[in-house]
Nanobody, 119 residues
Framework: QVQLVESGGGLVQPGGSLRLSCVASGSRFGINAMGWYRQAPAQQRELVAT???????NYADSVKGRFTISRDNSNNTVYLQMNSLKPEDTAVYYC?????????????WGQGTQVTVSS
């Protein structure tokens, strides 16, 4: 069983920056992709950014050029640097990973961290 623990959320003014971190523990067979999703009130959870174990990244169009995802494979940690934040970035941000088991790969989720962008 893989556990994901997020940190770094909070309240920030428009135009400000935040850095989210997520540490994965309990993986015995390695982790494939890691990433971040977000869910705003009354909306569906949506992709923010993902990164593979070889560093290939993918971003939602709404965050391209403002957010940067990175990863430390030695510590099973993924980061999301968020710059030029907008009120519409307000959401609960969930860490995600796809981890290998002995036979298949499974998806795991963190509990979420609140990001609020407001003046």
């Amino acid at each position: 069983q893989v556990q994901l623990v997020e940190s770094g959320g909070g309240l920030v003014q428009p135009g400000g920056s935040l850095r989210l971190s997520c540490v994965a523990s309990g993986s015995r067979f390695g982790i494939n992709a890691m990433g971040w999703y977000r869910q705003a009130p009354a909306q569906q959870r949506e992709l923010v950014a993902t990164i593979t174990n070889v560093g290939t990244t993918n971003y939602a169009d709404s965050v391209k050029g403002r957010f940067t995802i990175s990863r430390d494979n030695s510590n099973n940690t993924v980061y999301l640097q968020m710059n030029s934040l907008k009120p519409e970035d307000t959401a609960v941000y969930y860490c995600y990973c796809n981890a290998r088991t002995q036979w298949i790969a499974l998806n795991y989720w963190g509990q979420g961290t609140q990001v609020t962008v407001s003046s």
